[in-house]
């Protein structure tokens, strides 16, 4: 065996033969003191990549093995290199790596100009065995096989996933259902991370926000809508809020087809399909009017006869095509006001109004 103290780090040196096994723990021993359970862990992790390069190296008892130690306030990590086989994949054979990969704190291997590098880390002396004591960047590192790991890494992320849980809150989806879904889209991205190609937090957004739209699109209908009409109506939506702050007023059906593309009929019709996104209760209040939906239904129980259909019939063909299309809406396709207002173009409580008066004006031709 024989010390380098020309480097900064502790380096050692082997030939490759059997005493190189108890030669490299004692050569650990002289320049860390580890606690109890990391020393005896250390020992049988040097122990096995030692016989590891020896048995597999395929170095002839001649080639050299050696050992840097590098230790800082958090871990100390051990690399052990040989140069590399004729056949690299002969080195990474035989139990040695599976016992690492179940002891350390971290490992990896490599085979590079012409030498095989394996490393491991275990936790420096003092410091506490807790995954809580890991940066971010580790903790998901360790996350796709490591329970514990996972586990805390989901901690740190839950309150991330949340919030972009909150930004679909509304939408006939209850909120504990909504955060469920969060929380599996954000197991999906850790499982799917990769350090390389950048920052965990905007990549796990892409991930959790396309299984929230997902479920959205797909559970959060209360009557069978087909999935192009389901996606038309969400886009609508959305687009409409959007030229309502653009425009400075509710957008017409012809602002939203000429910005989506589409015709004001398919504009009309996904909105219609709104009506289909949540249901509601008959013992709830609706559109903020007095009493419930079922004790207005009761009230309209008298049928009408057949001369007050044809009255009635003949005002409403009296009436103004915006004012027919209104009754239409509301009364055939039963679309609430704000739905309403926005497939007419107007306020909500202009809708109000209107209906008001229409009703008004209806039932007193009737009576």
């Known amino acids: 065996m024989a010390r380098s103290d020309a480097a900064t780090l502790p380096t050692f ?3 490759a033969e059997v005493g190189a096994v108890p030669a490299a723990r004692r050569a650990l021993d002289s320049v860390v003191r580890l606690d109890p359970v990391c020393l005896a862990e250390a020992h049988v992790m040097v122990s096995e990549l030692m016989a590891n390069a020896i048995d597999h190296g395929d170095l002839g008892g001649q080639g050299e093995i050696l050992m840097l130690v590098d230790q800082d306030r958090a871990r100390v990590r051990v690399t052990i290199s040989h ?6 994949e002969t080195a990474r054979m035989g139990m040695g790596l599976t016992v690492v990969d179940r002891l350390s704190r971290r490992w990896d291997l490599s085979c590079a100009d012409g ?6 880390e275990v936790r420096a002396p003092g410091t506490t065995g807790s995954v809580v004591d890991f940066d971010d960047a580790e903790i998901l590192d360790r996350a796709k096989s490591d329970d514990a790991f996972r586990d805390e890494a989901v901690r740190r992320f839950r309150s991330f996933a949340r919030g972009l ?9 209850a ?3 909504l955060e469920q879904v969060a929380l599996f889209g954000l197991l999906n991205a850790m ?16 991930t959790i926000q396309g299984e929230l739209k997902r479920h959205l699109r797909d559970r959060g209908w209360s009557v069978r809508v087909p999935r192009s009409l389901q996606e038309r109506a969400l886009l609508v939506a959305d687009t409409s809020q959007f030229l309502a702050q653009t425009l400075g007023r509710s957008p017409t059906n012809a602002d939203i087809g000429q910005e989506l593309g589409v015709s004001e009929d398919q504009v009309l019709e996904a909105l219609a399909a709104r009506a289909a996104y949540r249901s509601e209760s008959i013992d709830a209040s609706h559109d903020g009017a007095p009493g419930t939906l079922a004790e207005s239904l009761r009230e309209g129980e008298t049928a009408l006869r057949s001369d007050e259909w044809d009255e009635l019939a003949e005002a409403i063909r009296s009436l103004p095509p915006r004012d027919r299309e209104m009754l239409y809406l509301r009364f055939y396709r039963d679309m609430t006001q704000a739905e309403i207002a926005e497939v007419l173009g107007m306020s909500q409580m202009h809708v109000s109004r209107l209906l008001s008066r229409l009703t008004d004006r209806l039932r007193h031709i009737v009576d």
Do not use: C, L, T, Y
Request: zero cysteines; proline letters at 12%.
């Open 83 to 88: 140069p590399a086989p004729a056949r690299a």
């Open 13 to 15: 040196s082997f030939r």
């Open 115 to 120: 030498i095989f590098e394996v490393w491991f």
């Open 175 to 177: 909120d504990a259902d």
């Open 191 to 206: 499982n799917r991370f990769d350090p390389a190609k950048g920052p965990f937090k905007p990549f796990a957004a892409v």
């Open 165 to 173: 849980a909150w930004r679909f809150n509304g939408r006939g989806v």
